[in-house]
Structure formats: C-alpha cells, structure tokens
C-alpha cells in the first residue's frame, strides 16, 4: 500500500513534515537562490586568489552539508565575500593545497565550539563591531578588485591600492574597462527595469550581459579556466609554519561562526517558523568546512544575500539550500563551457558591487542612532589599515572603552526649591562615578535639608561610602537629609549591614520594596506620591496615556476584583493602562440578577462592559485573607448596610475549597444569570474566568473549567 505526505500549507517552516519533505516554495525558491550564488561564487573564488572552481565547490557543499545538517531551516552557506581578505593572505602565505588544509582545520575547531555549546556567547560581540569589520572588508575588496576592472593587478596592501588608484584610472581604458563598467551599469540599472528583478536576479543579469557582449566582440580579455575534475582542484597539503596555520584557521574558524551566526538570527526576523539552534548551526558550518577543504573548496559560511534570497523566493524548509547545491553541481557538470566564457573583469565588478553593498550606510545610521560610531569608524579603519585580526581587536577595544565611559557619565541633578534642595542621580553608580558624585554633594550647601533621589539600578562598595559619608557629615553640620531609593534599595540595604545580591537589578514598575511601618492618615503621602509619579514614571507612561486620551479605550477584559488595598489587578496581572475595565466592590460580588437594585453600579458596569466596550472576557478576581468572606461566615458585620451586602456572599460558603474560592464560583454564577451574559456565552465570543490570588505566596489561581478546581498559575 502506497502513502504520499503533502505538506500543507499550515505547516511551518521547520516542523517535523517540514524537515523531512520539500516545501511547494523550496523548489522554485533554490532555483533562484542558484541565479544569484552562481557569479558570486566565481567572483569570490577569483578575489581569494584560489582557483575559480573552488568558490563552486563551497557553494555545493554549502549547500548539500550546511543545507543538511545546520540549525537553520531556511539559511543558505556558501563562499563569503568576508573572507575574501583572510583567504587571499592565506593562499599567498601557505599557497593554495596548503590552505585547503588550513580551511579543514577551520572546520574542526567550528565542530568543537559546536558540540561545546558556546554559539551564543557570539552574539555578545557589538553589532557596530560586526558592521564596521564588514564595510572595512567591503573597503578592502573595492580597493583590490577595481584595480582588476581596470585592466591591472592589485597590491597586497589596501591603502597601496587607494595610493595608485588615481594613476590607474589615468592610465588604463582597454577591453576589460569595458566590459567591467558593462557589468556595473547593469548591475546598477536592473533594479529599475520594470519586472526584471522577478525574472532574473541583478547579479546573473550583469554577468550574462557581460559575457555576451565579450563573446560576440570576440575580446581579447581573461576569462574563468575551471581545471581538472570539480572535486579535484587540490588535495589539502601539510602546512609548513604550523603555528601561522593554526592562527589563520582560528581566524577564519571565528570569522565564519560570527558572519554564520548573525546571519541566522537575522534571517529568522524574515519568517515565523522555529528559531535556528545556534550550536547546531555551527556543526552544520564545521562539517561543510571540513568537506570543502578536502574537496579543494573556500571556506563556507552563511550569506545574507543568498538566505534573504532564499525566504523572499518563498522557501519554508532546508531542502531549498539542499537543491541550490544539487543545481551547482549540475551546472558544473554539464554546462561548464559556458562557464568559462565568463570574463574576470566583469567578475571583478560584481565583487565591487558587493563590497560596496557591504559598507551598508542603513548599519551605519542604525549605530549612530546608538551612539556607538567611534566602535564602527575604529573597526572599519583599523581592518583598512591593518588587517581582519586587528581590526576586530580595535572595535573590541573601543566597544570596552565606551562602555567604561559611559559608565563614568554619571550626571548628577541638584536643584533648590523654597529651601529645599534636592540632588538626583541615577544609573549605575561605581567607584567611577564617584568623582561626579562628589563634585555635586560638595556644590549643597551644609545645614540645609537635601532630598536625594537615587534611581540608581546599582550602587557598589564605593559609591555608597562616598555618599554615606556625606550623609553622615551633612547631618552632623545640622542639616536634614532623605533617601529616596527608586529601584532596588542598594544604599539603604548597604548601611544596615545586609547582604547585597551579586546581580544588577532591572528597574521594577513600582518601589514596593518600602513600605511605611503605619499607614499615614493626612493627605500628605498622596500628594508626595504624586510628585514622584511626576519625578519618576510620568515620563514612562505619558505618550501611552496620551494615545488613550485620543483614541479611547478599547479594553478586551472586564476584571471584578475586590476593593481590598492589598489587590492590585493591573499588578498581579501585569497589564498596562487601557488593558482592564474594572469593578472593584466589598468581596467582589457580583449581585444576582433577579436582585440587581442590590447593586445597581455593577449592572450599568456589565451594560456598558458587553454592549458599548464589547469585551471578550469576564474575570471575577477573590483573594486570601478577604475579610468580607471572613465577616460572612461569622454573619457578622460591624453596619447593618454592610450585613445585608454580605448576603451576596454568604451564599458562597462551602466546604471542599477555601471560601473565598466557592465565593469567586458563586460570582460566576450571578453573572450567568444575566441575559447579556447568557446570550453572549451562548455565542461563543465571552469567556468567564476565575481567579484567586493568595496574598501570603503571591500565587494567582485560576479556575480549571472542566475540574471546577483552581490550579496555580506556574512560573
């Protein structure tokens, strides 16, 4: 008996159908991925200083080992324009068997961070680091690969090429100027063809235009040789400098995993299936690295041109990049006469297209947005300059320095006000900060009284003795000093002798952590709470409120809590403002409909809940420790008004689950008995939900609908 699978559309990219079935988009998708990893593939090849048919033996085995067994469904590996620097140096230091061997072991130390679990820790390297080595590689490939377009050899060094441009262009205006300006006009004019890009990618247009126009003038200019067997271009040979090899396999080993890696996370941002497993990534990395050295290939990585490529054409699955390199290998094998009629200088114009495209100026603003410019130039130039290794130590350094420079930029505020002075500072305060610190403690008058707001996420050893021994001097001089700590309470746990947590806090929603030893019975704190909602979180909240001023409110929840102070719905439930329409009332009661002059508010509140806002879901919230559940049972009640209240509650008790639970179930039951709520569930489009929140463990309970039991929310 025959079975067929279909993948069906539903199923996402990455599901168990997924990795063992093509997509209906994979096919269609790798064809045009082909179309664009061809030229590149060639280009880079002949950048590298390797043979041409090596950049086609890194695509193949990108695409059939990486495709295969890598930890993203839809990236696709390939040869790399960054790592054209590294393996040009290579082949010109150790000669080309000898770098073969130098990508295999390349490969070997990828497999080893791979099965060592450390793939994330790549992803702490600053992005502007990442940017400004990739537009000081794409400088770098510019600055050689022109001097090829215009009919000349490049040097070694990048800034000897920027020396002798200006001479070359003087000089040189042959064949190969031509054919090489052919290709970037095509390159740059396609996109603006109407429709072209939908048939044919930029980069095979360029190339195929190109190559005809050579042929059909008969141009006496270079074009690809692919020799011998396409697997066979060199076996890898024994590098003599042993240590000189080690350092350029760790460089490319490093170079490969990062470009691989922030390539994975970014092409995942363009499709809704499953993330990429980061280590397995690199494995599927190391052991195409392996194989395309053995085979005589480039180094493999993932290539962001290529994987956006491969999403935008409609891929879902890893079978795309599979086929992609199943397709080169054909082409290899069959169509390699028309291969070698592409010209090198118009190879050498695509690959000053993609330089160019590397030095992304939409990177560039992303990072000066972030203030972190000085690591991009500082990366980019020393890369320029002085090499891949370098330039990335440079970036490191300069993102290191700035961190410790931003750290000192503690800005401390004081102001005066009717007498009053108040200093505020916030941030992290360390013993860098405490010069700044000082110098604004030394600006206060002594004897005054000082308010000293601290929104500080943490304050270390000396930065709290800076400021505890100007408390202590300021109140010795007779002058009234109060600390308002905003978040954690790092200065005032530091002089009581507590033992501080090791970790940096993050910023809480509201400083619960203090708590007055009696609650105050004067206006006063309300007003002073006011001020600090002015001070502190007015700034947080301010556009969102200001959008529900103009927009309304829309809330999808009705939430029935009980007036205790001790509940906080929006708190317990972690929801903004705008998110809840609530009724709070004397044990959350919720008065039977046959009763409803009982309680006419919470009638008028399911009216304008159901009709006018047209909530999807009714919550009725009970707590522990409720003292109108509590005043029920005893049938008691300090006021007649409130005994007879109690009655909606009374009707709650019950053994078999804690009272204030079978009060939060005889709620829900009141509410059914309304004609809007009944009509509503009856059509599906309103949920009733119960819970509990127990105020001794901070745990909310909610009500399981077909146990009837209440279950605690887990972590």
């Not at 390939?78 to 000669?95: D, E, K, Y």
């Not at 791979?114 to 490939?141: F, K, W």
């Not at 990429?276 to 041109?305: C, D, F, K, M, Y």
Request: aromatic residues 4%; proline residues 6%; positive net charge.
């Amino acid at each position: 008996m025959n079975a067929t699978v279909e993948l069906h559309d539903h199923d996402p990219p990455g599901s168990r159908t997924a990795r063992r079935w093509p997509a209906r988009g994979d096919l269609p998708a790798s064809l045009v991925v082909v179309l664009v990893a061809l030229p590149l593939s060639l280009g880079i090849a002949v950048a590298s200083g390797a043979p041409p048919a090596a950049g086609l033996v890194a695509a193949i085995v990108g695409g059939l080992v990486a495709g295969a067994v890598g930890g993203s469904a839809v990236q696709v590996s390939g040869p790399s324009a960054s790592l054209t620097v590294i393996i040009a140096q290579t082949v010109v230091t150790f000669g080309w068997p000898a770098t073969c061997a130098i990508v295999v072991g390349a490969g070997l130390v990828q497999l080893a961070l791979g099965l060592l679990r450390v793939a994330p820790i790549a992803m702490i390297v600053s992005p502007a680091v990442v940017h400004g080595m990739l537009a000081g590689l794409g400088a770098v490939i510019v600055l050689a690969q022109i001097h090829i377009v215009l009919g000349a050899t490049p040097e070694a060094s990048p800034l000897v090429n920027l020396r002798r441009l200006p001479d070359q262009i003087m000089r040189h205006h042959g064949q190969a100027v031509a054919v090489g300006v052919l290709t970037l006009v095509v390159l740059l004019l396609w996109r603006r063809v109407p429709r072209a890009g939908t048939i044919l990618p930029a980069p095979l247009a360029a190339i195929a235009v190109a190559t005809a126009a050579a042929a059909l003038l008969d141009l006496d200019i270079a074009r690809v040789r692919l020799t011998g067997q396409i697997f066979t271009v060199a076996w890898p040979a024994w590098p003599s400098d042993l240590a000189g090899a080690a350092v350029a396999a760790v460089s490319i080993a490093l170079v490969g995993s990062v470009e691989s890696l922030m390539c994975a996370v970014a092409v995942d941002r363009l499709h809704s299936g499953p993330r990429t497993n980061l280590n397995r990534e690199l494995i599927g990395q190391g052991s195409a690295n392996v194989v395309t050295g053995l085979a005589g290939g480039l180094p493999v990585a993932g290539v962001i041109v290529r994987s956006t490529t491969n999403v935008r054409a409609g891929a879902r699955t890893r079978w795309s990049a599979i086929f992609h390199g199943a397709w080169i290998l054909l082409l290899v094998t069959f169509a390699r006469p028309i291969l070698e009629l592409v010209p090198l200088p118009s190879l050498a114009a695509l690959l000053v297209y993609t330089g160019v495209r590397m030095i992304d100026l939409a990177h560039a603003r992303q990072v000066r947005k972030h203030r972190e410019t000085l690591i991009y130039v500082a990366t980019g130039a020393a890369v320029v300059a002085f090499g891949l290794l370098e330039g990335v130590l440079a970036g490191v350094i300069a993102a290191v320095l700035l961190a410790l420079w931003r750290l000192t930029r503690v800005r401390p505020v004081v102001e005066e006000h009717d007498g009053t002075w108040r200093m505020s500072v916030g941030g992290l305060l360390t013993f860098l900060s405490v010069p700044a610190l000082n110098r604004a403690l030394r600006a206060i008058p002594p004897g005054v009284p000082v308010d000293v707001e601290l929104h500080a996420y943490y304050l270390d050893h000396a930065a709290v003795t800076a400021l505890h021994d100007w408390h202590t001097a300021h109140e010795r001089s007779g002058g009234q000093v109060a600390i308002h700590e905003v978040h954690h309470a790092w200065y005032r746990d530091a002089v009581a002798g507590r033992h501080l947590p090791t970790a940096v806090t993050a910023p809480a929603p509201l400083d619960v952590h203090r708590r007055p030893a009696a609650p105050s019975r004067t206006p006063d704190d309300l007003i002073r709470g006011a001020h600090a909602f002015h001070r502190h979180a007015r700034t947080h909240v301010a556009k969102l409120l200001a959008d529900l001023a103009d927009a309304g409110q829309r809330p999808a929840h009705l939430f029935i809590a009980c007036a205790d102070s001790r509940v906080v719905p929006n708190l317990i439930t972690a929801t903004a403002p705008g998110d809840l329409f609530t009724v709070r009332n004397i044990g959350n009661v919720v008065a039977r409909y046959a009763q409803p002059a009982a309680d006419p508010s919470m009638h008028a509140a399911l009216d304008y809940a159901l009709d006018v806002l047209n909530v999807s879901t009714i919550t009725v919230c009970g707590h522990s420790h409720c003292g109108a559940v509590q005043a029920a049972g005893r049938r008691s009640a300090p006021t007649a008004g409130l005994l007879r209240w109690l009655d909606h509650v009374r009707h709650a008790r019950g053994g078999g689950v804690l009272p204030g639970q079978h009060n939060v179930l005889q709620q829900l039951e009141n509410l059914r008995g309304y004609p809007a709520v009944a009509a509503r569930l009856a059509r599906g489009d309103l949920h009733l939900v119960g819970m509990y929140f127990d105020l001794a463990t901070s745990r909310i309970h909610v009500l399981d609908p077909v146990t009837g039991r209440f279950a605690a929310v887990a972590a």
